[in-house]
């Protein structure tokens, strides 16, 4: 049995069956990762994009965050084949949770499509938390697409924010008074306790757990694949480059996510008939 003949048995005959996706999974959709090779560190300072510099100097924050998101989100994008294949595998029943540390609202898009193809589409969401009928995704860094009011906590359209922005509203303010801040979890900021448990369960419960696209390196997210396998899941890999993760794995798969996604999904169906 090849590895991925592997995941796509304990696909097949899981219970339970989670993903935790990084960064990597949206690269072949344009949107470059934070490390590696033309990672967006390399030509941006990290230290600019953090919760204490957000308190400190809000509107220096908003004119340097405008840079990075279209840097990082400018040209438009779309989910790709592994988004897809996972959306596809949720709406076939054989996959229940998506989390992700990604902020760009691909899995929630190619989600609501596979929903929708099979005829009962679902809205967007607002919350970091979304379910469709088959699939939950857990968004752990929130969505960088939308940015929500610190005082309020109202959440406006993160294009209308970045509109403002540009007009030289600095920081862009809320009606309450309040000011507006990216709907993301940003470095020094603490994720919210009830997402990190929600998150630690799924992952516990899990008869099978992939990681797929991500360094492995960015807590609390970096632990879900060591807290799966502790509980007996079968544990799978899929990344460019070899994680710390990877000595408690049941199967690596050293793949681009575009091949190995859609293979790894043919195999799953292949198998069920
Ligand atoms: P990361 O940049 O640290 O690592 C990405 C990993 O993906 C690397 O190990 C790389 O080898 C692998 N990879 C790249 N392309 C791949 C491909 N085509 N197939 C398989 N693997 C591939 O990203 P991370 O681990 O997700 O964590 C860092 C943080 O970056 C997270 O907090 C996340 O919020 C943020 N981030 C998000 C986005 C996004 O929303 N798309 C983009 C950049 C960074």
New binding site residues.
Partial sequence: MDDLETLADAIRNADTAAVL?????????G??????DD??WDRFDEGQFTYGRFQRDPAGFWADRLELQEV?FGDGYEPNV?HEALAALGSEGYLDAIL?????G?HGRALSSAESNRGDGSDDSESSTESTESTTLLE??GN?QRAVCTMCGRRIDGDDAFSRVEDGELPPTCDCGGTFKPD??LFGEQLPGATIQRARSLARDSDVFLA???????EP??SLPRAASSTGATLGI????S?PSDDAATVVCR????T?LPALRERVLERKQ
């Avoid at 899929?238 to 480059?241: D, G, K, Q």
């Fill in positions: 996706t990084g960064a990597g999974i949206s690269a072949p959709s949107i470059p990762t934070f490390r590696g990672g967006v990082m592994a992700t540390q990604n902020t760009d691909l752990l860094h960088s993301v979890v797929i696209g991500s360094s492995l390196v960015v997210a970096a899929i990344n460019l480059e994680t793949e681009d996510v575009t190995a």
